[in-house]
Each structure stands twice: as structure tokens, then as C-alpha cells.
């Protein structure tokens, strides 16, 4: 797996408390319940610190789905794209 891909899917099972969450490119607030716009905010943080990134509000308010987030990240951390 991906590690940006690995460290996402273990930064959602920790902040909805799901084990059982499986991460893709086109998944989005809609599949998880509990991805509401407070944790939103706490998954921004969560992810920032994790992979040592900072995102500007433009650019979080332009994420559709978990796949622009990787995509983000990488581009944040000089990797080639994953998607």
C-alpha cells in the first residue's frame, strides 16, 4: 500500500474509531457517516501533522474526495503524483 495511502488509513480508523475503514481514491465524506465538517477539521489537523504538511483553506476546499487529498499531500511533500 501507498504510505501516504497507509498513513491516511490508519488517521480515519483512529478518528471514526473504525478498524474497518478501506480508504480509495473516490472516497468521500458521504461514506462514512461520521465525517461531519467537525471532523473534517480534525482530520485536517490529523493529516498536517502526520505527514508534515500545511494546507491553505482554498486548498482543503477544493478536496471532492480522499484521492485529491493524497494527490495533495504528495505534491505538499515533492512526490510524484499517485493517483
Known amino acids: 500500500m501507498d504510505p501516504i ?22 472516497t ?4 462514512i457517516p461520521e465525517w461531519d465538517s467537525f471532523q473534517h477539521i480534525n482530520l485536517v489537523v490529523a493529516v498536517e501533522m502526520r505527514f508534515g504538511v500545511k494546507f491553505g ?11 485529491d487529498l493524497a494527490a495533495l499531500i504528495a505534491r505538499k511533500q515533492g512526490r510524484a503524483n499517485i493517483a
Not at 497507509?6 to 475503514?21: P, Q
Not at 483553506?57 to 484521492?67: D, M, Q
Request: charged share 25%.
Open 28 to 31: 468521500t465524506a458521504a461514506d
Open 57 to 67: 483553506t482554498l486548498e482543503v476546499e477544493a478536496l471532492r474526495n480522499v484521492g
Open 5 to 26: 495511502y497507509a498513513g491516511l488509513t490508519e488517521i480515519f480508523r483512529d478518528l471514526f474509531g473504525d478498524e474497518t475503514i478501506r480508504l480509495g481514491p473516490a
